[in-house]
């Protein structure tokens, strides 16, 4: 059974138009992420949360927002879509240990968000 | 910012070679992570090493976390049609922050 959900695999949304992805969790782990990636490039990270703790990464544009309302649940919201943003954004938890990371981190399938 | 260094880029093989690829990093990692990516799925964890020194296999997968936390190498023996694929290296510093080298994408022909 998939233990990351991602919903929905694919996403067709018009420029400009709000635009939320979700994802969930069975693992019960303490930290999620959200990534973005573009065709054949490796997964960028946008920012990842600690519990309730968030962490944005200082080259994730203003327009990409996180929500985590309980340890199951992450949500990306982009508020302004562009071309540019078009890709898979993929999720991914782990079990995590603040401050020293020794855990490793399973993804979900992702979702591929179109703009158009 | 930690940042790794993957390589080779691309690897175009005969079915039942062997295949070597590799991570190199700026800085110190605590834990090295490898990951295969089919198209259109999120990555998948292969194998994950904990320890300096530490060689792990993972059927015909083995995968070695460098003497100097700095690099890691991953071996893919007797290659088959399946292995295809995107291979990526990830590694976690201090902090909870995973960060993944460029991608060594596998090609084998049959």
């Known amino acids: ?116 | 910012g930690q940042q790794l260094n993957q390589s080779p880029q691309s690897m175009f093989i005969q079915e039942g070679e062997d295949v070597s690829m590799n991570c190199t990093s700026s800085s110190i990692f605590n834990t090295w992570l490898w990951y295969k990516q089919d198209p259109g799925e999120g990555p998948v964890l292969l194998i994950a090493l904990y320890k300096a020194g530490e060689l792990t296999s993972n059927g015909r997968l083995t995968a070695q976390f460098g003497i100097t936390r700095k690099d890691s190498f991953l071996n893919i023996s007797a290659s088959i049609p399946s292995d295809v694929g995107i291979y990526f290296c990830a590694g976690q510093g201090n902090g909870n922050k995973l960060v993944f080298g460029a991608g060594t994408i596998l090609r084998v022909k049959s």
């Open chain 1, 1 to 116: 059974d998939a233990m990351v959900i991602q919903n929905p695999r694919y996403q067709v949304t018009q420029f400009g138009k709000p635009v939320t992805l979700s994802c969930s969790q069975t693992l019960n782990h303490n930290v999620m992420y959200w990534y973005q990636q573009k065709s054949s490039q490796a997964p960028k990270l946008l920012f990842h949360y600690y519990d309730k703790d968030f962490n944005n990464e200082a080259d994730t544009p203003d327009n990409f927002q996180s929500r985590r309302p309980n340890t199951s649940f992450c949500f990306l919201d982009i508020r302004s879509p562009g071309l540019g943003d078009a890709a898979m954004y993929l999720c991914a938890t782990s079990r995590g240990s603040f401050g020293t990371g020794n855990t490793e981190a399973f993804f979900g399938q992702g979702t591929r968000l179109t703009v158009v």
